[in-house]
């Protein structure tokens, strides 16, 4: 974990760039948001989102990406990340996570969100909405706290409340996959963990961009790799979700460069104002 590799830290004029990269892939959820219903395949999904993403003058970023062969990962039910795109049919009380990548002008924007198709289940929803709330808090402590290690410790505290409040089994969190460094590539140090960690990990400063993507499951985190190479399941079966946002501190804040808003209603519910850009 927390490799201190070379960070690759931005400029102002660099974020405004990833900024309108962020707002490619922010329309392009919308519209996928839009299109998801029971009845659509996966494929129709990712159809929308490369659309979008290339009538925007951006480029997908996960197509090609190691062979990655789509636009989007949809990730369905026991299904964690990195989900391909088919034949797929969502039915109703499917748990859709969708994921999606663009850059523009050389700079890359990354997010995801979960919902429950006409939810059967209340105990799917509280997931998807759990993981949401992980990754706002996540994302607040980077406003206010000093290192990367922040975001895991907050992660955390939101599962741990979930389960104090919950009826259903606590959550458990993804430990495989981890955020990330984001900026030239969609990929780079550091790795942000989304569980506590002995290291405290790098210290938070301005130019620092990173995508924070807590995964929860209703089960145990212990997952596998489908034969197709990318689709990665629980092994017990149990239900997923994913949610993620790139983020930029700033000296005078963060602010998330995937958000329309740039995150300001959610972070004002948690005490942080986002910074201008
Ligand atoms: N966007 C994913 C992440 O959150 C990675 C997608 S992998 C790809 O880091 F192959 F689909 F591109
Ligand atoms: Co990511």
Redesign the pocket.
């Given at each position: 974990m927390f490799g201190r590799e070379r960070v690759e830290y931005k400029t102002p004029e660099q974020v405004a760039v990833m900024r309108r990269a962020g707002l490619v892939v922010a329309d392009a959820l919308d519209a996928v948001r839009d299109a998801l219903a029971p009845g659509m395949t996966t494929a129709q999904l990712d159809a929308v989102a490369e659309d979008v993403i290339t009538s925007r003058g951006g480029t997908p970023?996960?197509?090609g990406?190691?062979g990655?062969p789509?636009s989007?990962?949809v990730s369905v039910n026991d299904e964690i990340?990195?989900g391909i795109p088919g034949a797929r049919v969502l039915q109703p009380g499917d748990v859709v996570s969708v994921?999606?990548?663009a850059v523009v002008d050389g700079w890359h924007g990354?997010s995801?969100f979960t919902v429950v198709l006409d939810p059967a289940d209340p105990a799917d929803v509280e997931l998807a909405a759990t993981t949401e709330d992980a990754m706002w808090a996540g994302i607040a402590a980077l406003a206010t706290g000093d290192r990367l290690s922040v975001v895991g410790e907050a992660v955390e505290d939101v599962v741990e409340a979930a389960a104090a409040r919950a009826s259903a089994a606590p959550f458990g969190i993804v430990e495989d996959?981890v955020?990330?460094g984001i900026g030239t590539a969609?990929?780079q140090p550091p790795d942000v963990p989304n569980f506590r960690t002995r290291d405290r990990g790098l210290k938070l400063r301005p130019g620092l961009c990173v995508?924070v993507?807590p995964m929860l499951v209703r089960g145990s985190q212990e997952n596998h790799t489908l034969a197709d190479d990318?689709t990665v399941v629980t092994d017990d079966g149990s239900r997923a979700a994913?949610w993620?946002h790139t983020v930029a501190i700033l000296e005078d804040g963060v602010v998330v460069l995937t958000a329309r808003d740039g995150g300001a209603a959610r972070l004002r519910a948690l005490g942080v104002e986002v910074a201008a850009l």
């Open positions: 970023s996960f197509l990406y190691h990655y789509a989007l990962c990340v990195h994921d999606c990548g990354d995801a996959y955020g990330h969609m990929h995508a993507e990318w994913h993620e």
